[in-house]
């Protein structure tokens, strides 16, 4: 079974930025959505940023102008690029990836990384 694995997370001071990357073990077909979670202490799960087939992006506003996501199809690799970090960005960020392959729905998740804003 293909799983996703994140890098990139770590401490960072307020203001840095951060670019974590979820690869995939193999090849997944039928990608059709691709996206970032984030979950900080005593709080839920919130979608941060997505990406569709067709490249269509969106942003939860909290990180619109400083976040961008984006892939790699020929690696099967998920980027977060993070910009001008705060420390109410401080979480756990997850990938998932979502396929369709003859008319099965397929959803993946990674293990987490933790992002930690702090001076």
């Known amino acids: 079974q293909v799983q996703l694995v994140e890098s990139g997370g770590g401490l960072v001071q307020p203001g840095g930025s951060l670019r974590l990357s979820c690869a995939a073990s193999?090849?997944?077909?039928?990608?059709?959505?691709m996206a970032w979670y984030r979950q900080a202490p005593g709080k839920q799960r919130e979608l941060v940023a997505s990406?569709?087939?067709?490249?269509?992006?969106n942003y939860v506003d909290s990180v619109k102008g400083r976040f961008t996501i984006s892939r790699d199809n020929a690696k099967n690799t998920l980027y977060l690029q993070m910009n001008s970090l705060k420390p109410e960005d401080t979480a756990v960020y997850y990938c998932?990836?979502?396929?369709?392959?003859?008319?099965?729905?397929?959803?993946?998740w990674g293990q987490g990384t933790q992002v930690t804003v702090s001076s």
């Open positions: 998932n990836i979502r396929s369709l392959l003859q008319s099965r729905s397929y959803i993946y």
């Open positions: 193999g090849r997944i077909l039928g990608i059709y959505y």
């Open positions: 990406i569709t087939r067709d490249d269509s992006t």
